[in-house]
Every structure is written in structure tokens, then in C-alpha cells.
């Protein structure tokens, strides 16, 4: 049976069901099951344009992800649209695009949830240290293809630009004071196993795991740093957004990561959670622990009819606390201004 | 933003990465994960089908799915598309047309590997015993309409004849007597797949699975222990204790292992459940089956407010269950003794 | 404490929330939930600790769990913190214990729940046949030393002990033979857990799950289905059909399912599995059990080129079987014959 190429339209739908496990208790879905959609899109799509021609078969490895805003909370039971399109591609990289979509089967309602933007390279499955060329795709006027390249360029010098921001999480021995950085502050272990690794392939008969696990760390991310939120404010908690998050080194099977995450910013509304992530080879021990991703996650308080709550102000102690929250007060103007500039574009 | 309307197009099309859990040891998907696919492709659409007009909210509850072949195997790495269509219906039910197909994103194959027909019935979410009117189809001929109808017609046959045979069966010769230790006991198969393992490492590029599944045969251990704790009391139960458990032999990747369960004694408020894991190498049938771990769980039954409540006693039949039984009176004695010892070193 | 040297202080926290599949329909967290994050925080901290020096490369497989209470029942949303420390080593193994702590967040509660003592031996990774030698720790003082070195003698005694007692074991009275209906027939019990459900919605503001598990039903059907195909030809197999399948009666969370498989037939090269699922309510016992589900699954076997291979005989005892494979041999014969006029009709 002869069907469709699909190349010749680089984009793909992802959906199901939200179940019990993808939400909290009171059914809100976590940002982490969503997160994970977005980037099982973006690999399928990514990894078939990069094998769309002739040469050496590749995987797409997610590079980035570009900040995005969770615009409503999605429901146990109601049906997750995940649809992902190619909109950009330079000689290495791919840029994706992604709109998820929440789907109430029963009332037929239907919602946007969130727009994100995945940047993928396509690593040699022959050599995974290896980044092969990408097929350029059609754009639809020459303005298209200007506005994505500006966007390429624009997220390659944040890339650069991002240090590994190195901070340690210690755990006190007294117990800390309700609403410091040290009450809520956590952090959990995640032993990385065949199943969390979204890609596979076989080479010669043999199963190759080719793909790194950039879905599951995303998850376990938006995990611990809703785990922050809800220590410090003691209610129903949301993924209101998450910061640009890079990953800079591959973190593969049989390594243990550590997710922890602290709390950096209060504003009357909403608290930012940094999020570190450290990976550790354990069996291949001279390889040492390295940082292997950080970002910043936005929450938000709901009450019982899904309506935002007062956040208790976060407690400073220290030069450094100070200075974080400085920083992410910065931050959380500036996007509040972003969010207006678009609104006022968009009328 | 508006979104043009589903109902109007009674299709959905959902699509995921086949990933190692899905799937046997040498890389075949299961034919149940793709079953277990076209049943949630099946149910959405059903579902927002006949929610698509006022009146009544309800679910789609599988009925009946017709006679399904797998045309070729899928494998680990691929994609599976799934996609429903509303091909007919009748009053109370529709009838759902699935197809599915295999993508290798890496070489860009695709392959049709099944065709499944389903029937849904739609059940009120007010009252899940009321079936509720079906909104009508359109058809694009008569002759359509009709062919539909002989294919309703004749699953409603089949139907009602397999209901009849079906209820003829006789469950059991002779069910035990409630309270014996023939009621309540229990066992399970399991196979052991990727995702059981606890740790795994990379050995000259081959994949090496080097963890035995200990954290995972505890766990179903437990499962039956409570399962036989439950089919005994009819209540609420909790683990309240866990003998010694020594691991004397490896249980891999591949092997089935089979946990029984059967009580051996009862306290005023505890049941202990002896366990046995046996584990069959299948493939390997040289080695045999073996005897992989025995441990002794005790049981509390607890009430609304988590407060132990009486447990029925266990009914004896026969030298052997008596033995056990107090073999089974001495080990609790021996540990309610070395509780209150504890205690008094403490104090 | 620094993140940094995680070797210098051989000691380990993991965390994570507990979630309705970790938990009965009444909301307390299995026993073997906790069992299983135990031997993961135990598993990791003795591979990192048995990886610390140099020479070969090994896992901690673990060899006992010592006696374990359940001091306090765990409640979904609850976060469960597990903490193993290493507190012995002999030549060959290494005693790892652990505490549970259950932390309500919204609380702030903490309760610890479980102690348990582990015992685990380095297997090399280049032959897991081979124990390792164990990095000796260093004991605050000689007294804890000595403390260890008895606990080391007490386990490896009764160790000894069980591994004489089980070898004694019977596996069965007369094992059934090769080829046989009885040598393959398999059963498995499952207890339908929330994840199972399809789907779910909100009735005035309660988690209603009001879908039947249709789906995961089918799935465990093919599992047992598939294990009947295993044991019975010792190869690697895939479904190559299902008969239609009639769900006559809804099976609901908190039951018992039983699944069971039989073989009814082989041709050459297919082997026909009949699948029942009797359904328990457990808790609501008037109801009693009743048969829920019946379907045939057709299994081919298949080669390392996924090629067909030839099936061995069923050997058939006693009349009932000879009438099954009958009736097995006419589906069979017309579902060949329905395949043939398909063909003829398409050309």
C-alpha cells in the first residue's frame, strides 16, 4: 500500500487522553505531561525531516526550548492535541514549532494551552558525536524565511551566552523557617532507564537507544519545582510558564540525574523556581558529575474554582537570596512587559 | 482563537513512538499495545460523536470489536498512526473504523499493519445503566447506508449468541468455602520486560541488562499479598510487615515469574501471607522453571478512619494448612515479643 | 552537605510524590510501592559506592532485605523521602539502611513510616557471574564496626539456612508435558488501578471515572495469550489475529481481573489461544465473580529474519480438548477461506 510522502508536509499531530497520572489530585495536569508531548512531536518531526534525504541516518537531539506560557490549565479526561510543524532550518538545526490543544470530548469545548519552540540538531547514528547537514524546507515568501532566521540567530547567542550557572542546593540540618528558600527548597533522584529514552532504532538488527531523554528531564523538571511551590504556599499549584531551557550535554541510559530546584522570586501572584539538573554516570565514575541543564519555572496558586491565589512573599536571608531575587524580579518585568507588547500588537 | 469544528469530520488520527515497553525482547510490538491504541483512537472519537448534540452527557463503552489481523510486525523506534472514522450508526451505537500504521521516521517506510472494526454504545455520564440516542451520520450514498446496516445487523447477532453461550459457564466445579485458604489464594504471571530493570549498562556498545528485578518482584509480591488479604477480609488492607526476603538466584529480562499467594494464619487483627516467585526462563527451556524467592507479608484490615478493624479467621483444612498455621502463630508471637522488647530498651 | 562528592559520603535522598497508581481506590500507598523506591535508593548507593575505586565495573544486586515494619500508612499527594546510608561492608557485601519519611505538603507533617536494612554483593559488569571485592567505609568507631560484622554473621547464617530449605521445594507434583494444553496454559490477576481507566470527567466537582478499561483488558489478553505462545513453542512470537471480542458486562476500578489463556489449536504454522477474564468486585462480595470477556488470539512464530517458523503440535488429552481443536480447526479452515475470497474480490 502506497501512502502520502509525508516530507512533503513536515508537520505531525500528536493526541490522547489525560489520565489520572498526568495530573495532580485535584486533576489539573501536570506542565511536565505536557512538556513531554511537546518534545515527542518535536522529535518525531524533527528526526524524519533530518532522514528525508539520502545520506547518513540520523536522530534529532533537542537543543533547546524556547520560553514558553502554560495560557490554561488542562483537565484529567479531556483530550491533548500536540501539533508540531517545521518553521525554520539552518545547516545544522531545525526550528519546530508546537501548539497544544485541550479538547473536552464530552462538553466539545476546546482550548490553546501553549505555544512552544523547540530548536533540534540531527546527530549520526553511525557517530552520535557527529551533526549532519539538515534538508532546507520551502518557505512561503522571502520575509518567512528573514523572520526565522533572525530567530536562529537570536537563540544562538543566548546559547552561547548561557553559563552553567552553579549553584549548590544544601540541605540544612535545623529545620528552616515556613516561607525561606530553605523551607521549600527540594530535590529528587531519577535513575535513567530504557523507557525514558524516547528514540530508538535498529542498526544492523541491533536496538540502538539513540535518543537522550530531554522529555523526561523536562517532566521530572516542572516535578520538583512544582514539589517548591506547593511546600511554600501549602495549595493547588500550576505551571504558569518556563523560561528558555538549554541542554548542553547529553544525558544518557544508566545515569542518575538529580533534579533540584529553588525557589528565587515572589511576585503578589506567581513564584519563579530555578531548576537545576546534574547528571551522573555513576558506573562510569572518572567521568565525573556534570550540570547538564537549568531553568527558570513560573507558578502559579489556584483555588477551588481554578482562580489565582495570593502567593506569601518569599523570606530573604543572605546577600545571595537578595541578589537571585533581584534577578528574577527583573525577569518577571520584563516578560509582563513582553506579554503586553504582544496583546497591544495583536489588537 | 477558533477552532474549526470536529464534530463535522467524525476522524481522529493519534500517534506515538513505539518505545522498548511496548514491546518483546527482540523489538516486536505487543499486539496488545496496538489493540490498546485503537481502543483509545476508538473511544474519543465515539465519545465526542455522541456528546456533539444537547441533551444528555455521556461516554462510549466498548461493546464489540470485530475480527482484527496483524498484517506485519511493528518494532521499537517506530511510529504507530492510528486513525478512527465514524463508518455507521445505528440508535444506540456506532460503529468506528481503525487503521493503523507503522512509520520508520528514520528510513521513511510506511506500512499498513492493522484494520479493526469497533462498536461503541453510549452510556450517560448521570447514569452510567442508561444508553442514551446516538446523533446520525451522514452517508455519501444509500448504498453506503445499507452496507452498514447488514454489518450492524450481523454483530448484533453474534452478539446476542455469544451472550447466551457465554452465560452457561460454569465458573468453578466447586468454589471454596469463604475464609479457607482455598478462597483467597491468588497468583500472577508476569513478564519481565526492559522497563522492570533497575540499572543497566553499556558493555562494548552492547546493551547489557546487569540488574536483577528485585525492587519489582517486591512490589508484586505485595500485589498478591494483598489481593489474597483483600479476597479474604472484603475490606480495606495495608502491608503492616514484610518478613527477611533473601534473593537467592538472578531473575532476567525475558523470563515469566509467577507470584502465588495463600494465607497461613490469622491473629485477631493480622493475616500472614506466604509468597512464593517462581521464574521460567521460556525461551531458554533447557534451564526450567525455579523457585526465585519466598517471604512471609503480614496484613492489617482498616476501617474508614484508618483504624485496624477484626479479621475473619482463617478456616482450616487438613494436617498441612494446620501445620502452617502454626508455624505461622510462632512467628507472630516471636515478633509481638521482640516489639515489646524494643520498646523496653528504648524507654 | 556538597552536591559535589557524593562518594565521600556514602549516603543517598531520593523523593517523589505519590501517585493514585501507587495507591489502592481508597488512597493508601502499597506497601510494595515503598518496597521498591527503597531497593532503588539501596541499588544506587551500593553501585556508587562499589564503583569507587578503581578495576571493574559492577552493579549492587541485591542478596536480602531484612525484616520491615509499616509504621504509618501513606496517602497519595503525600511525598514519600527515601534516605539509605551505607553502614557496613564486609569483603564481598555491602549493608545498606534505609528510612522512609512521608511528608504531607500541604501540612507540613512528616512521619517516618519505614527502616529497612539491605544487603547487596557488586556483580562486574565484564561477567556477572564474578562478585567484586567492596571498597571497605571507614566506622565512626570500633564498637560500630563490631555491631556490623554481627548483623554480617547473623544474615549470612539464615541466608545459608533458606537457601537449604528452598532447595528442598517441589516445584509441582507432576510437572505437565511438553506440548500439551496443560504445559502452556497461564493465568495472570490484575487490580484495575485508576491509570487503567480510559477516561474519566468531573461530576460536580468529584473525579468521576465513569469509562470501562476496555482497552487495558485487551492488552492483558494478549499478554497471557502471548505467554501460552511462548511456553508452548519456545521461540519468539507475534499476534497474527484476534476473533472478535464481545464485552458484554463493565468491569470497574478496585476489581480483581483474572486473565486466562488456554491452547485450543496449532496448524503448521499458527497456534490458536483462548483468553478468559473473569471479573472479582473483591470488596463489594455479593456480587460475586462473573465472566466478563472471551476471545481466540492467533500467534505465529517467527525466526531472527521475522520469517514463520514451523509450530509443534498440540498434543491433545482426553475429550473435551479434541472437541476444542475441532472447533479450533473449522475457525480456522474459514477464516483461510474468508482470506482467499478477500484476494479473489480485490484482483
Known amino acids: 500500500m502506497s501512502i502520502s510522502n509525508a516530507q512533503a508536509t513536515p508537520s505531525i499531530q500528536i493526541c490522547r487522553i489525560m489520565r489520572p497520572d498526568d495530573a495532580n489530585i485535584v486533576g489539573n495536569v501536570h506542565g511536565g505531561t505536557i512538556l513531554k508531548m511537546i518534545e515527542e512531536a518535536g522529535c518525531i518531526i524533527g528526526t524524519r525531516h533530518c532522514n528525508s534525504q539520502t545520506g547518513d541516518r540520523c536522530v534529532a537531539a533537542l537543543a533547546r526550548v524556547e520560553r514558553t506560557d502554560f495560557l490554561y490549565p488542562m483537565f484529567i479526561g ?96 535545623s529545620l528552616p523557617e515556613p516561607y525561606t528558600v530553605a523551607f521549600s527548597q527540594s530535590s529528587l533522584i531519577h535513575l535513567v532507564g530504557p523507557s525514558d529514552c524516547t528514540l530508538h532504532g535498529f542498526v544492523h538488527g541491533e536496538l540502538h537507544s539513540s535518543q537522550s531523554m530531554s522529555g523526561v528531564t523536562m517532566k521530572l523538571m516542572d516535578e520538583v519545582a512544582g514539589i517548591v511551590a506547593a511546600r511554600h504556599c501549602k495549595t493547588n499549584i500550576v505551571t ?17 540525574i538529580t533534579v533540584s530546584g529553588r525557589m528565587t522570586f515572589t511576585s503578589n501572584k506567581s ?77
Not at 240 to 256: E, L, P, Q, T
Open 78 to 173: 479531556e483530550v491533548a492535541h500536540v501539533s508540531a510543524e517545521i518553521t525554520y532550518t539552518s545547516k545544522n538545526s531545525v526550528e519546530v514549532q508546537v501548539n497544544v490543544l485541550s479538547e473536552n470530548i464530552v462538553t466539545g469545548t476546546k482550548k490553546l494551552t501553549n505555544k512552544a519552540t523547540l530548536w533540534y540538531v540531527p546527530l549520526s547514528l553511525q557517530n552520535v558525536d557527529k551533526i549532519i547537514e539538515v534538508p532546507p524546507i520551502e518557505y512561503s515568501s522571502p520575509e518567512q524565511e528573514e523572520a526565522g532566521k533572525k530567530r536562529y540567530e537570536a537563540q544562538k547567542l543566548e546559547r552561547t551566552e548561557t553559563k552553567e550557572r552553579n549553584g549548590e542546593i544544601i540541605m540544612s540540618v
Open 240 to 256: 504558569a510558564s518556563v523560561d528558555a531551557i538549554n541542554f548542553h550535554r547529553k544525558i544518557k541510559k544508566g545515569c542518575v
Open 271 to 347: 513564584m519563579e523556581i530555578e531548576v537545576f539538573v546534574d547528571a551522573d554516570p555513576l558506573v562510569e565514575a572518572e567521568k565525573g558529575k556534570y550540570r547538564a541543564v537549568t531553568a527558570f519555572f513560573t507558578y502559579i496558586s489556584l483555588d477551588k474554582e481554578n482562580k489565582p491565589l495570593p502567593v506569601p512573599p518569599l523570606k530573604l536571608e543572605g546577600e545571595e537570596e537578595q541578589k537571585r531575587f533581584e534577578e528574577g524580579k527583573a525577569r518577571y518585568l520584563q516578560n509582563k512587559a513582553k506579554r503586553l507588547t504582544d496583546k497591544e500588537r495583536q489588537q
